[in-house]
């Protein structure tokens, strides 16, 4: 379906501005003032998001098998993020670090940083996990073995991948870093009482980042984080950490997303705040950031999908017309933010 939206507010706004100057009374002899909306006019072509390469991209992540740290299957998924963001002309990083899990066990952590224009002050980040559960907790059977996470991680990874290949095809007027975090999703598991602090056994590759940054004194005007945006049935409210951090972020992008058409999508309503990476990334490392993630208000205790941290979050449930919703608004954002 590609994203007609987009072609079409582009073409449109090229059109209007040709035609303004087609009208220009300069031309006819007026004074050169009359000249200024139609020079001053911008306008800016957002390339149009490719929903099918961006599945590919999921269902790639999820052939793997489960991206668990410290196991084969992880680390040759690293390595292929890495060779695919070189491909798109991004300027790679591999980011090694070691984290402790809440059990003891020294995870050995990869965050994939992809940057284009690299040289660029002026910055926008854009991220996601690529590390999946190692348990299915929340399901009722086969609850000690790793899920193939399709939409808890591969999805905002697929989503970005796809960003990546645009950006790689006409370069962004801002500078972009494409961030996939390792060891998001390793926290304890719910069989094992919750401890007061607990949430701290979540997002270790972004906290890992936050202290040790790729870039010393790295900035960026926002952050962007894309989690679980693949689903057919995806609702993407306000989340909490985003509104307490960045909430003009937020606004931006809701609003974009609304401009769009995705307005049904994308709702106005507050969530709790959640445990994600970017509250890491805004807290620790002082980049506001929005979460773009799929929580189900009336869901209880944890709004999540019914796919969350269970079996069932496999390609079955990852649905194009998602995927293309949330690529489309964040390509918008980066080419005209
Ligand atoms: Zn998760």
């Known amino acids: 379906m590609g994203a007609p939206g987009l072609v079409g507010k582009g073409v449109a706004l090229a059109v209007l501005v040709l035609l303004m100057q087609a009208c220009s009374p300069s031309e006819s002899g007026n004074a050169p003032a009359m000249n200024a909306p139609a020079t001053s006019a911008r306008t800016y072509e957002v390339p149009a998001f490719d929903e099918d390469s961006a599945y590919a991209y999921v269902e790639r992540q999820v052939a793997f098998g489960p991206r668990v740290p410290n196991t084969p299957e992880h680390d040759a998924c690293g390595e292929w993020l890495a060779r695919e963001l070189e491909r798109h002309g991004a300027q790679v990083l591999v980011q090694e670090g070691r984290a402790r899990a809440y059990d003891g066990t020294i995870l050995h952590m990869q965050n994939v940083i992809g940057s284009f224009h690299p040289e660029s002050r002026d910055r926008i980040m854009l991220y996601a996990h690529w590390d999946t559960r190692p348990f299915a907790d929340k399901d009722s059977t086969r609850i000690r073995e790793p899920i193939d996470g399709a939409n808890d991680g591969a999805s905002g990874v697929g989503v970005l991948l796809e960003v990546a290949r645009q950006l790689g095809l006409k370069s962004a007027d801002v500078g972009v870093d494409i961030v996939f975090f390792d060891a ?101 490392a002082g980049i506001p950031s929005a979460n773009i993630v799929d929580y189900r208000i009336k869901v209880r205790p944890m709004g999540y999908g019914p796919f969350h941290h269970t079996h069932a979050d496999n390609m079955s449930i990852i649905d194009r017309n998602t995927l293309n919703e949330v690529g489309s608004t964040v390509l918008s954002v980066v080419y005209e933010p």
């Open 184 to 284: 998001e999703d390793y926290g304890r598991p719910a069989w094992i009482e919750t401890t007061e602090g607990s949430f701290r056994d979540w997002c270790l590759g972004s906290q890992f980042w936050a202290q040790n940054p790729h870039v010393p004194r790295y900035r960026a005007r926002f952050g962007l984080l894309l989690d679980m945006v693949g689903a057919a049935d995806a609702r993407f409210h306000q989340e909490g950490t985003s509104l307490r951090y960045a909430p003009n972020v937020v606004r931006k992008v809701w609003r974009r997303a609304e401009l769009l058409g995705f307005g049904d999508r994308f709702s106005s309503k507050a969530t709790p705040q959640t445990i994600d990476d970017n509250l890491f990334v805004s807290d620790m």
